[in-house]
């Protein structure tokens, strides 16, 4: 019954982009956030264990490995940069910091930023996503006139 309840109530309330990015970056489930988006370090899911959405038409592909790279890059060379005109430590000091610490924050971002771009695909209806937009849309709709009829 938790369950019948869980699915009604993400078929009736809309999700907002944010909302949807926001629970993909934690892993969860875009629709319901609840259940885990998953299985393994880089392999979504095929569905949600709590709603039952269908996650198999997620193309992220190396979307998010790029915007790690972005950001990751965008930290540690400028930090990289001001360590070494300010201190200018010997070169194996600089790669005993810096390539661990490189390695750890782009493998601490990857899982979040990849769940992210699925919720950002869930959410817009991008690739497979369509039909599931579809019927949040025609269930919210439907929600909408039943509370307007009482």
């Known amino acids: 019954m938790d369950t019948l309840q869980s699915r009604m109530m993400a ?3 809309p999700i907002s982009l944010l ?19 998953f299985r393994r370090f880089l392999k979504v899911t095929d569905t949600c264990e709590v709603c039952g959405e269908d996650f ?3 193309r992220a592909d190396d979307f998010p490995a790029y915007l790690v790279i972005i950001v990751v890059g965008h930290v540690v060379v400028p930090a990289l940069l ?15 910091i810096w390539l661990p610490l490189t ?10 930023t990849k769940g992210a771009i699925v919720g950002l695909q869930w959410q817009t209806g991008m690739h497979g996503f ?8 025609a269930g919210t709709l439907a929600a909408q006139t039943v509370a307007a009829r009482h």
Request: charged share 20%; net charge positive.
């Open 11 to 13: 078929m009736t309330q």
């Open 19 to 37: 909302k949807a990015v926001s629970r993909g970056f934690a892993m969860k489930c875009p629709n319901c956030g609840k259940g885990h988006l």
């Open 56 to 58: 198999t038409a997620q």
């Open 82 to 96: 001001a360590v070494e005109v300010a201190y200018a430590p010997p070169a194996w000091l600089q790669l005993a």
């Open 103 to 112: 390695l750890f924050s782009a493998l601490a971002l990857l899982q979040p």
């Open 130 to 137: 369509e039909d599931a937009k579809r019927r949040r849309e």
